[in-house]
């Protein structure tokens, strides 16, 4: 009994004295240009999926959310802040989404995988480390409207994805007042808000 207790005393010391060891020494490959092992890729995902679905057990689904009237609003906040990552039927992702790792998905098959409720709480708080942003300073009605589209978003072809486009920024379309002016192209990433940046000098 005392050796073994001994033995997994010391493989337990060993294995933090190794991990602190590889954190330390720098060996570990941060770039996002690279894959993750095999391991780390399995992990994160065994911990995303079972994360958002604890997390989002709770979450009490919008009774209108497969209203089909609330998909033009829904487009609205899509293209104006998702687009630029996921893409669009017809649309291509930005640039921005070409140097992310992991990549944006394609989310034409999102609503296959998580539930309504599951679709509201990754949009609402986001995914860390992955690029994903959490958009709970956004109301959740405008979130619930986006998987209202979300869950359209399965089987739309690309000429109907531009014409619920063409209809959301119609005059009189669901635009929500938003105090940027100009609307930027759907695949265009968005610029100026950096204020890292000198004055208008993108790379
Ligand atoms: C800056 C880029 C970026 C923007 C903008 C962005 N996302 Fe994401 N999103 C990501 C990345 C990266 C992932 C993948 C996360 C992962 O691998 O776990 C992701 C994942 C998701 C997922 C889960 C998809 C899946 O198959 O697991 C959903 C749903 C989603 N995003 C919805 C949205 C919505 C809706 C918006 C707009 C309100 C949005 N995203 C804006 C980068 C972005």
């Given at each position: 009994?005392?050796?073994?207790?001994?033995?997994?005393?010391?493989?337990?010391?060993?294995?933090?004295?190794?991990?602190?060891?590889?954190?330390?020494?720098?060996?570990?490959?941060?770039?996002?240009?690279?894959?993750?092992?095999?391991?780390?890729?399995?992990?994160?995902?065994?911990?995303?999926?079972?994360?958002?679905?604890?997390?989002?057990?709770?979450?009490?689904?919008?009774?209108?959310?497969?209203?089909?009237?609330?998909?033009?609003?829904?487009?609205?906040?899509?293209?104006?802040?998702?687009?630029?990552?996921?893409?669009?039927?017809?649309?291509?992702?930005?640039e921005?989404?070409?140097?992310?790792?992991?990549?944006?998905?394609?989310?034409?098959?999102?609503?296959?995988?998580?539930?309504?409720?599951?679709?509201?709480?990754?949009?609402?708080?986001?995914?860390?480390?992955?690029?994903?942003?959490?958009?709970?300073?956004?109301?959740?009605?405008?979130?619930?409207?986006?998987?209202?589209?979300?869950?359209?978003?399965?089987?739309?072809?690309?000429?109907?994805?531009?014409?619920?486009?063409?209809?959301?920024?119609?005059?009189?379309?669901?635009?929500?007042?938003?105090?940027?002016?100009?609307?930027?192209?759907?695949?265009?990433?968005?610029t100026?808000?950096?204020?890292?940046h000198?004055?208008?000098h993108h790379h």
């Open positions: 009994m005392r050796t073994i207790i001994t033995t997994i005393a010391a493989v337990i010391v060993l294995a933090v004295v190794a991990g602190t060891a590889f954190v330390y020494s720098g060996a570990y490959y941060v770039g996002a240009d690279r894959s993750h092992w095999w391991i780390t890729t399995w992990l994160l995902n065994q911990a995303r999926d079972r994360s958002i679905r604890a997390h989002a057990s709770g979450v009490a689904v919008s009774a209108d959310v497969g209203d089909p009237s609330r998909i033009v609003a829904g487009v609205t906040h899509f293209d104006e802040h998702c687009v630029v990552c996921h893409g669009a039927p017809g649309v291509e992702r930005g921005i989404a070409n140097g992310l790792y992991p990549r944006p998905p394609n989310l034409a098959d999102a609503a296959r995988h998580y539930t309504p409720g599951e679709l509201f709480w990754i949009v609402k708080h986001g995914i860390r480390m992955t690029g994903m942003p959490a958009w709970g300073d956004h109301s959740d009605d405008e979130l619930w409207v986006t998987v209202a589209f979300l869950q359209e978003l399965v089987e739309m072809s690309p000429q109907d994805y531009a014409k619920l486009v063409a209809a959301s920024r119609a005059p009189g379309g669901h635009h929500h007042d938003s105090q940027e002016q100009p609307q930027p192209a759907p695949s265009q990433a968005p100026g808000e950096d204020h890292d000198p004055a208008g």
